[in-house]
């Protein structure tokens, strides 16, 4: 099992190295740089949008975070991080899942780029404002969910908690907590796991 | 079982609807107006953003149109819709079921917006160029599986085909599949099938 990653802080790689640490498997990582590496025909063929993290499983590379990380749930399935088939906590499993990437990730990662990473006459404020506009539904609709129970499906941490939990890490980064306990519970919780840890600050 | 969708033409409840007639489940359709009904208190319960689709099952509204047809294709798993846990077909669709709402949707939609629906004092024309940047290397992607099979995943249709399908209608709707034969192909083979004829023009 290949990890292709970036050197850089922050990539959607660290969903698929926690929930391997979760689930204990080894892998290796191939680490690109995002302007060079990952713009080869080579990556391209892996990768055609050029961006990471992508993962190579029994030689067959798959994209999209979240599809890796229900992928590896459901070949684990013994160790409890993807709900059983046909349950409602599988269908709220899958909702909290897909949540992230179309409704999260986009103004959470846009406001780090128009915010911090892009060169200041490159930011533009607008899609600051648009992010903390869906910020603003977001926050207390995970609220509602986290100030009831201590992850997002039932009563254990699941896959769900490594996707979102992605998301909500990026945004105690930019200070988007503040004002919202139950989600810097659930980051205190998210982030005492040795497997957290080891994606986050391992190599 | 409830859907909530809107009286607007091109909404993701499109997928709701394909995936319900695929499996020829009877479902109720709540049609609210975008502006009016899904601000008021009562539906922001069921989707904290206001917006559509929202699903109802046994009493409880899950959203996200993707995680909805997995969760309808996982209960009526004898109608093939998808494929068995832990094979490689299965992560092909989760990747598949992924890459539409973290990749597609949100150019194609924005595209619609700041092309045709938004006065034209309100649109966007760096938004425009962004999605079709995207598409530039979307569509190369999906004709390299489309070329080859006739579905995205293995050789049976799926909610893959559903959820990135919806993406591929709209698309042909602004022309965008012009230059890409193996799309349109594609497309005419989804159009055919009875139950999107009914999800698109019947309800």
Known sequence: ?????????????????????????????????????????EYLEIHPHGRVPAFEIEGEAIIESAAICMQLAD??????????????????WYQWIVY???TLD?????????????????????????ADATWKTAAPFLTKTLSK?????????????????????LAANMGMLEGHPALQAYLGRLSSR????????GG
Chains 1, 2 share one sequence.
């Open 75 to 92: 070949l684990h399935a013994d160790r409890g991080l993807a709900p059983k088939l046909g349950t409602p906590e599988r269908a709220r």
């Open 1 to 41: 099992m290949k990890l292709y990653d970036a050197a850089m802080p922050g990539t959607r790689g660290a969903r698929v190295r926690w929930i391997l640490e979760e689930l204990g498997i080894p892998y290796d990582v191939k680490t690109l740089d995002l302007r060079k590496d990952a713009k080869q025909p």
């Open 106 to 130: 986009g103004p959470i990662v846009e406001r780090l780029f128009h915010t911090a990473l892009l060169p200041p006459d490159k930011r533009r404020p607008e899609l600051v404002e648009r």
């Open 149 to 169: 129970q201590d992850w997002l499906v039932g009563d254990a941490f699941t896959a769900a908690d490594v996707v979102v939990g992605y998301d909500v890490a």
């Open 100 to 102: 992230a990437p179309a």
């Open 194 to 201: 040795p497997a957290f840890v080891k994606a986050y600050e």
